[in-house]
């Protein structure tokens, strides 16, 4: 899961980094948007923790930046994001920031990235077989989502999660969820 999350990022920044790039104009109404989603999350998707996540995030047009792809006439967007998730079980929760790269396939389709960093309140080491053994509390999160947008403000969109220490601390569960989310921008 996670090898298929960074091939398609890696793909997607190979291509964008091989094209022209133009960045938006941020003072008008053209370019990146404010964004609001929130949705609901399976937690944990290897089921050693229980619940749902309530889900919400914040994506600025401050500090983002929209991109075109000449060779296959796709925009991209690069913006800030920072969020939540709270288990309704009491199990692991967490709040994150990076930047997510969004980029549309059609008019009404897109596809997304987000690489960034997260703070939740798991437990570290546990032999308790039914909690998530995280190491750390600071960790590495990435998602990918596939969504489509129904008008101009409103999107809908599925969304898989996975956050790691990525082998820096002693324990190293990881935990993955995967939801849906609707989105407006405004």
Do not use: K
């Given at each position: ?7 398609v ?10 094209s022209a ?5 941020l ?160």
């Open positions: 899961m996670i090898r298929v999350i960074y091939a990022g890696s793909t997607c920044l190979g291509l964008l980094m091989a790039v133009q960045a938006a104009d003072s008008g109404n053209t370019g990146p948007r404010h964004e609001v989603r929130g949705g609901v999350m399976y937690h944990d998707t290897m089921n050693r923790e229980s619940g749902v996540d309530l889900n919400v995030e914040y994506l600025s047009r401050f500090a983002a930046f929209d991109l075109f792809v000449p060779v296959v006439q796709w925009r991209a967007t690069f913006r800030p994001h920072v969020g939540g998730s709270l288990n309704t079980a009491g199990h692991t929760s967490f709040v994150y920031g990076g930047y997510s790269l969004t980029l549309d396939l059609t008019d009404r389709i897109f596809v997304e990235g987000s690489f960034g960093g997260m703070v939740h309140n798991g437990v570290h080491v546990s032999a308790d077989r039914s909690r998530l053994s995280l190491g750390c509390n600071v960790m590495f999160r990435e998602s990918a989502s596939v969504g489509f947008r129904i008008n101009d403000q409103i999107n809908v969109s599925a969304m898989v999660e996975h956050g790691s220490n990525a082998g820096m601390c002693e324990a190293n569960n990881g935990i993955t969820n995967a939801g849906v989310r609707v989105g407006y921008t405004f």
